[in-house]
């Protein structure tokens, strides 16, 4: 079975510096992941996803990807941080033929002036 | 397109109440999910449906059922409520390997 780790809970950063989320899974094949953003009292909403191909991975709101192979690892990154985007952020995975997603517990950003 | 409904938005049970949550999606899309989401905790499934007529356990199905009843709806029905489940239930659809799109989410209490 597949399982992800968010090993940052909440991070705070400053608006207009540059962000890194981390994601680390654990599957014995090349799984698929995705990053899903949380705003407030919302559902959970797409950034962008990995099923193969280029490892780098562009999303929605100017976020990127890297799939990292001999890390285990997907982390999200954004250059320059918004106000806007405080937000809980998830990674997930999933694997086989039919998917069956496994989220992580998530990570919280906040932004600060 | 709606996309992903669930109703209600809110609830509030007694202990041993039943209830059910009703979920709709739009997008002729042949998966659905029930997760719930507890603080520190991410999302956890309850259950999932591949396909119309079908549906299985997910991680958390204890003191959970479901129902398919076509291919636009997928409920999940708590026969006799405790406290432990006061969660944001959140219902989901996809096409097998793509991505999953969520409703709003219900928010339950139970007391």
């Known amino acids: 079975a597949q399982s992800v780790t968010q090993p940052d809970i909440h991070i705070t950063v400053s608006e207009g510096a540059s962000l890194e989320l981390r994601c680390n899974y654990s599957?014995?094949?090349?799984?698929?992941l995705f990053w899903y953003v949380q705003s407030p009292g919302q559902g959970l909403q797409l950034l962008l996803k990995?099923?193969?191909?280029?490892?780098l991975v562009q999303g929605i709101k100017g976020f990127e990807a890297e799939f990292k192979r001999s890390q285990s690892s997907f982390n999200l990154r954004k250059p320059s941080v918004h106000w806007s985007d405080a937000a809980e952020y998830f990674c997930?995975?999933?694997?086989?033929?039919?998917?069956?997603?496994?989220f992580g517990t998530g990570t919280k950003l906040q932004v600060i002036p | 397109n709606a996309g992903v409904t669930q109703t209600p938005k809110f609830q509030v049970l007694k202990t041993g109440q039943s209830m059910t949550l009703q979920c709709a999606q739009d997008?002729?899309?042949?998966?659905m999910y029930w997760y719930r989401q507890d603080p520190g905790m991410g999302l956890r499934l309850i259950y999932y449906?591949?396909?119309?007529?079908?549906?299985d356990k997910g991680e958390v199905p204890n003191g959970y059922n479901v129902s398919r009843l076509n291919k636009r709806e997928f409920s999940l029905r708590l026969e006799s409520a405790a406290p432990s489940q006061t969660s944001v239930y959140f219902c989901?659809?996809?096409?097998?390997?793509?991505?999953?799109?969520f409703g709003p989410g219900t928010r339950l209490t139970v007391l």
């Open positions: 990995y099923f193969s191909g280029d490892t």
């Open positions: 449906s591949a396909s119309e007529g079908t549906t």
């Open positions: 989901a659809s996809s096409v097998e390997r793509g991505e999953q799109f």
């Open positions: 997008m002729n899309h042949n998966s």
């Open positions: 997930a995975v999933g694997a086989g033929g039919y998917q069956k997603v496994t």
């Open positions: 599957y014995g094949a090349t799984p698929y």
